[in-house]
């Protein structure tokens, strides 16, 4: 089954505990990207990635970290996390083909910073 | 800069009848596209229907259709004959950047909370 997979789909953690969501696409998309949802502003995107060693900054990129050392996986990693980052977190993906409009996204992780 | 507002926080309809939400848009570029998303309780996001911009008709899904007035600037959808699973989150997104290339990002509304009673 074509599938985003995201883990952990809820954590509870500390301040300045470092934490890593993972993320992982089966359909050799080139493109993924990181958002957070949070009420009343809908979902904002936090960083994109449009291949394998090539990433940027969305809109709200600010105590967040990325990597794209595969085409499948594409960590979130929060290296100091604070209790701004409580959210809850997609990860999406698509391929970059003309016509390929649509995000697929994971079922989302749910992220609780104490 | 280009922005989705969803104006509705939250609506509710009966059974079997059809609810329009709306969703107005605003960017400067020529060629853009309209989504539409479904959130329910459960938390994933589901697309519904997408329209282009260069799209002549209407778009429509099943029970969904999109209804695009683009000198308006609303990208409205409409569900007909409203089912007690229609109860969800529903957002609107519009995408950045060009079609040929692949865009970079979708910008959302903030969403309206839709209760379907029987």
């Known amino acids: 089954e074509a599938q985003v997979t995201q883990n952990p789909r809820y954590l509870i953690t500390v301040t300045g505990k470092k934490l890593t969501v993972t993320c992982s696409q089966n359909?050799?998309?080139?493109?993924m990207s990181w958002y957070r949802q949070d009420p009343g502003l809908g979902l904002r995107q936090i960083y994109y990635?449009?291949?394998?060693?090539?990433?940027d900054k969305g809109d709200v990129p600010e105590g967040y970290k990325v990597s794209r050392k595969e085409k499948r996986n594409f960590p979130l990693i929060l290296e100091s996390p604070s209790p701004n980052q409580t959210s809850l977190y997609f990860c999406a993906s698509k391929g970059l083909n003309s016509g390929a409009n649509v995000l697929t996204f994971g079922a989302g992780s749910r992220l609780t910073v104490l | 800069a280009q922005k989705i507002t969803q104006t509705q926080p939250g609506m509710f309809v009966q059974e079997k009848e059809a609810v329009t939400l709306d969703c107005t848009y605003d960017t400067s570029d020529q060629s853009y596209g309209l989504f539409w998303y479904k959130q329910p309780s459960s938390g994933e996001m589901i697309f519904l229907i997408y329209q282009g911009s260069y799209d002549e008709q209407n778009a429509t899904e099943g029970r969904y259709s999109l209804n695009f007035q683009k000198a308006r600037k609303s990208a409205n959808l409409v569900i007909s004959a409203s089912q007690l699973g229609d109860s969800a989150m529903y957002f609107c997104a519009m995408r950045e950047g060009s079609l040929s290339g692949g865009y970079n990002k979708l910008i959302f509304g903030a969403g309206t909370r839709l209760a379907v009673h029987p």
């Open positions: 990635s449009m291949n394998v060693e090539v990433t």
């Open positions: 359909m050799n998309h080139e493109y």
